[in-house]
DNA sequence: CGCCACCCTGAGCAACCGCTTAGCCGCCTG
DNA sequence: CAGGCGGCTAAGCGGTTGCTCAGGGTGGCG
């Protein structure tokens, strides 16, 4: 799946048709750029358009990085919690949960790398509300975690700790994943889970 | 060790004094906010002057990003190539190389945000610079993972990947620490060294 | 066929930005 | 003591920014 389909999967419900290539826009120039960098007359040029359009479909500049970083959110987290709800083993749950996170990280990574790195310029609201996402998911991961030491499968003598550093993998991938690389998203994934799966193993 | 300590430490050696100033006034102003968001204006304030006085010192705003990202990759490339150099094990190599890494992101935290996360804004021969001390820095982890590969002490079926994965831990750091957080950044190299060398052992 | 609503553009506004310049002040040296 | 130099400030410049407004065009509906 190419990176054009691939965003189309994220944003393609987006209607009109002209308000979902503004956010398609928007995510490639602040993924590229940053937002602060980035201008309105820039989004609004990859779009097609007159700066003065994309007013007709979002209200600021920040309303559309809060689309998308909620958007982009709720996707990566419903991911976890579809692994955390699976049946099997806690391994199993643990594995599936960190290659979907870090595929969904690594075929997705310009909407990642604004998912990820743009959330200081979010409005206090808007701020406050991924946080809340970002702690889900982070609360998401920890259950997983430990189901796996009580159960005995997994031996992490610092679980929030481990919590933290498995989901600094998964979302790091974002800042560096090359489409030209050497890798798939799904090696990678399967490469981290392996790490991960290691990190917790009992020794 | 205090924040303000911290900062003594890397920047204390640039004269004069309102250079020196007005270096950490900008790290502190880029890790906040971000190259972009910040404005000389931002930059003066914080160091009790007015934007002219930047100039005397520094050519442009980004001669300082410049400054600041230069000393930041070579304290941290020198702190991992201390850890290769030394003696011992591989896996006191590697632990010693983690443990000081993620030490250094944490306790610079705001210089290590700003190192991590503003090569964007560099302009290209800085950049070109930059990446290739970020080379360096991670040939210098690989090599380390190499030798415990070599000597049997490691079973690491992808040293790149794991490789990219220990420098994507030790990074991530400076993005979430908080100096009123439960762990000193002591605690937190222990642990992630521990974590590290769970990803390494043989099976 | 005419009207209305929606989408868009060109032009512009007020504020802000990185950087420059002219002049001032204090300190040092001859 | 006087002059020069370095460091700094106040003011400003040219350009850019996020956003607004008036008007045009098109499509759909009565």
Redesign the interface.
């Known amino acids: 799946m190419d990176a054009q389909a691939m965003e189309t999967e994220v944003w393609g419900d987006i209607t009109p048709d002209a308000a979902r290539r503004l956010v398609v826009a928007a995510v490639e120039a602040f993924a590229e ?2 937002y ?2 980035t201008t309105t007359r820039d989004i609004a040029g990859r779009a097609g358009m007159s700066p003065a359009a994309l007013y007709i479909h979002y209200k600021t500049k920040e309303e559309l990085l809060y689309q998308i970083s909620g958007v982009g959110h709720r996707r990566s987290l419903t991911l976890l919690r579809q692994a955390a709800e699976g049946g099997g083993t806690p391994a199993g749950r643990l594995r599936t949960a960190v290659r979907s996170f870090v595929r969904w990280h690594a075929e997705h990574h310009t909407t990642g790398r604004v998912v990820q ?1 743009e959330l ?2 979010l409005g206090p609201e808007h701020y406050a509300e991924i946080v809340e996402l970002r702690r889900r998911s982070e609360a998401t991961m920890r259950s997983i975690i430990e189901d796996g030491v009580r159960s005995g499968d997994f031996d992490v ?2 679980v929030s ?2 919590t ?2 498995v989901l ?2 998964c ?3 974002a ?2 994943f090359n489409p030209d690389g050497r ?1 798939t998203p799904d090696q ?1 994934g399967e ?2 889970a ?2 991960v799966l ?4 009992p020794g």
């Open positions: 750029r940053g602060h960098a790195y200081g310029a003598p610092d700790g481990t933290l550093a600094s993998l979302i790091d991938v800042r560096w890798r990678i490469l981290y392996d790490l290691r990190m917790v193993r």
